[in-house]
């Protein structure tokens, strides 16, 4: 039988019959908010793609050549 006491659940830690509650509760707010949980994926099936990305772009300029340019002497004016 589930126990209801939820602060009670938040304040004892050693107390492991109402960590089911818990789990319960997060699950009941997935079904019930299910509409979030879905845009929630989306921004972070973005978020691995813009990663995987920028990783490619860091990969592909370091094998890319280096200019040989030599930068220009400037004379020194501070005599």
Request: proline residues 5%.
């Amino acid at each position: 039988m589930l126990d209801t006491h939820l602060l009670a659940t938040l304040a004892r830690g050693t107390d492991s019959r109402k960590k089911i509650m818990l789990s319960l509760a997060v699950g009941l707010a997935c079904v019930i908010n299910g509409d979030t949980m879905t845009g929630v994926l989306r921004q972070a099936t973005w978020l691995v793609i813009a990663v995987i990305a920028l990783l490619i772009v860091q990969t592909v300029a370091g094998h890319l050549p280096q200019p040989r340019v030599k930068p220009a002497q400037t004379p020194d004016i501070n005599g």
